[in-house]
């Protein structure tokens, strides 16, 4: 027997009527479902504000908001009026970033890749620092600024040789990795040696990114402490520690909270003696939480014995990470919100794939049936963001809640969406 969803993975602004009817920010769910239709995802705005806000309380000046997680204008500018800068991993989040207002001057360009295109963009919109990845990118950045007299503010990302204990296609600080300079070999080095000297790169200080959804203090401990005898060696006025920090989305999972996480940065560095501006990218714990998903029950099978597949208008391509990574997620009946929930299901998308499994263990109340509205919470980083038009299906709209009101942050993609770079049949 399973009680109720826990509120702490319902979005702070939860709360429930007389009926049992789920509200966001004072805002029926089910009068979402009416206006915008399903699979939708509905963020409690001021909860993210609330992460926002923490994070630049632990950090200060330079924290970023890692726009991978959940991008869209709205969040973007949502992000820079808290005070956060954004970090970008393309072009295309540049571009989003930019388009939503934030200054060039907040952005942190990333990627492990980045085209000549990418880095061109970036050097003409002069973004705030560009984080060196690569002994080729630095060559790359050179042949692009040449003699132009113009000089860029960098970052040298470096693998600290840390293994996070996360799923290991999202760990990257251990030394086998395709990200940054290896701290180990020297190489990390040698890479602030050289763009050091490089008269077109105004080298700001070293990062770090060990990986995501990472529970342990130790692992980001230890992070920092390579990070803080880099930064004291060559006295670099900034040091970033990147994101990673994990995200309850069970009911037996705890987090820590940003501050825990800035608090345990900080002390590192300060017992090392860094003077260096400490920095860190968040993006999971800025959105994950805030957001749920509403889906539609479309068929239910019962194999007696075995499971019960309850099929919803989602799946995979609203949210991957349980095909990619095995993630779980709880289930909930958002008419329900109060009753225990005494049956098991498995959640399962719509494509053609038997690894469309959005829960595997789900559980909701007795007498679920077609047309009922199901959710997962926990929902805000890496879905979206992550998803596709796999078997060609829409895309799925997003809402922001805020004091009793909603606003549709990403319209629901349409059929002549499908066709907007298709060339036609001539
Ligand atoms: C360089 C960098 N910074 C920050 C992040 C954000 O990580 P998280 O969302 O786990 O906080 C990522 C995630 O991949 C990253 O690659």
Not at 320 to 328: D, I, Q, T, V
Not at 405 to 420: A, G, H, K, Q
Request: charge should be negative; glycine fraction near 10%; aromatic fraction near 6%.
């Amino acid at each position: 027997m399973i009680g109720p969803i826990p509120k702490t993975l319902l979005p702070d602004n939860a709360s429930v009527d007389n009926d049992g009817m789920l509200l966001l920010a004072g805002v029926r769910v089910d009068s979402l479902v009416e206006k915008y239709g399903t699979p939708l995802f509905v963020y409690d705005e001021a909860h993210i504000r609330s992460r926002c806000q923490q994070a630049v309380r632990a950090f200060g000046e330079g924290v970023s908001y890692a726009s991978k997680a959940f991008l869209c204008t709205a969040m973007a500018r949502l992000a820079y009026e808290e005070g956060m800068h954004i970090d970008v991993a393309t072009m295309g989040e540049a571009y989003v970033a930019l388009e939503a207002g934030v200054p060039a001057s907040h952005l942190v360009f990333h990627g492990n890749n980045k085209s000549e295109t990418e880095l061109q963009y970036a050097i003409d919109n002069q973004v705030g620092r560009i984080v060196i990845d690569s002994f080729d990118e630095i060559d790359r950045l050179e042949n692009l600024l040449g003699d132009s007299g113009k000089e860029i503010q960098a970052l040298i990302r470096v693998t600290p040789g840390i293994q996070a204990s996360t799923h290991e296609y999202v760990t990257t600080g251990q030394n086998d990795s395709k990200f940054g300079f290896t701290v180990s070999t020297g190489w990390a080095e040698e890479a602030v040696e050289r763009a050091s000297s490089s008269s077109c790169i105004n080298l700001l200080g070293i990062h770090a990114h060990i990986g995501s959804q990472v529970f342990s203090l130790d692992s980001f401990r230890k992070a920092a402490e390579v990070l803080a005898n880099l930064s004291k060696h060559f006295e670099l006025p900034e040091l970033s520690v990147g994101g990673g920090l994990g995200v309850a989305y069970l009911e037996d999972e705890e987090s820590l909270s940003i501050e825990e996480w800035g608090r345990t940065i900080k002390s590192v560095c300060d017992e090392a003696g860094v003077t260096a501006r400490v920095t860190a990218e968040p993006g999971r714990a800025i959105v994950a939480s805030a957001a749920i998903t509403l889906y539609t029950v479309g068929t239910i099978k019962e194999l007696e014995d075995i499971r019960t597949y309850v099929a919803v208008d989602g799946g995979m391509h609203d949210n991957p990470r349980p095909a990619l990574y095995g993630s779980g997620y709880e289930t909930f009946v958002p008419s329900r919100v109060l009753d225990d929930r005494t049956s098991r299901i498995t959640l399962v998308g719509k494509h053609c794939e038997s690894g469309d499994v959005i829960v595997s263990d789900g559980y909701v109340p007795e007498g679920l049936r077609v047309g009922d509205i199901v959710a997962t919470p926990v929902t805000g980083a890496y879905g979206h963001s992550m998803g596709s038009n796999y078997n060609k299906v829409l895309r799925p709209a997003a809402v922001f809640v805020n004091g009793g009101s909603d606003r549709l942050v990403i319209r629901r993609e349409t059929l002549s969406d499908l066709i907007n770079t298709d060339m036609g049949i001539n």
